[in-house]
């Protein structure tokens, strides 16, 4: 007798392309616009010459941008997944843990390009392009374990790569937060490196004993 399968998604319910990669691409939509703003921000400053920044400067500048990236986050991971239909099984807990890190990460990584601008229209035009590529080196289109050694280490410094590997299996999988331990961790190890960097260029390590910053 002829034995009936039948298939059930188990996380992809409607076997939809948007259940597949709009996830994927609601990381970098969110790590772009920020990282957009952020850039654009510090070009404008550099162009009039008070890019650099004091102390509590810096760190409020960050956490303006940072809470930024965090409401986007929770509008387009929640409010707007939800709108559209687009599966969830969320870790609300560990989303709730995460977000910041990641908006962090790439507010910090925002102010330190930016910083190389030297007006906030060419911050725009010379990151657009870069949307496709971090896209593609997410690992959503193409394995990262398939790329070339250097590309896919090179991938890791982008924050949407640990990003998607974060965010994806506790949004859509309701994974716990040890099972995206070593993308939770590079993402947090991105946020604080990203964040040194820039304080060190906007601000100076001679700020944190008592030495003021001078122009570059």
């Not at 070009?43 to 965090?70: C, D, K, N, P, Q």
């Not at 599966?87 to 910090?108: C, E, K, L, Q, R």
């Not at 994806?168 to 099972?179: D, I, K, T």
């Amino acid at each position: 007798m002829p034995v009936a399968v039948t298939t059930e998604p188990l996380f992809n319910r409607t076997s939809g392309y948007k259940g597949y990669v709009f996830p994927a691409v609601a990381v970098i939509i969110v790590q772009q616009t920020l990282l957009f703003g952020a850039a654009t921000f510090m070009g404008g400053r550099r162009r009039s010459g008070a890019w650099r920044m004091g102390v509590a400067e810096f760190w409020g500048t960050l956490a303006a941008f940072a809470s930024v990236g965090i409401l986007g986050c929770y509008f387009l991971f929640g409010f707007i997944f939800w709108l559209q239909a687009v599966p969830v099984d969320g870790n609300i807990a560990g989303m709730m843990v995460m977000v910041p890190v990641f908006a962090t990460a790439v507010a910090a990584l925002g102010l330190l390009v930016g910083s190389v601008f030297d007006r906030a229209e060419r911050a725009t035009y010379i990151l657009a392009p870069t949307s496709v590529p971090f896209f593609f080196l997410t690992g959503t289109a193409y394995p990262l374990d398939q790329m070339p050694g250097l590309v896919a280490a090179l991938s890791h410094l982008i924050p949407a790569t640990a990003g998607v590997h974060t965010f994806v299996p506790l949004n859509q999988m309701h994974a716990r937060l040890s099972e995206v331990t070593i993308p939770a961790l590079t993402l947090a190890s991105l946020a604080l490196g990203y964040a040194m960097l820039a304080y060190s260029r906007l601000v100076g390590f001679g700020a944190m004993v008592g030495t003021s910053a001078t122009e570059a």
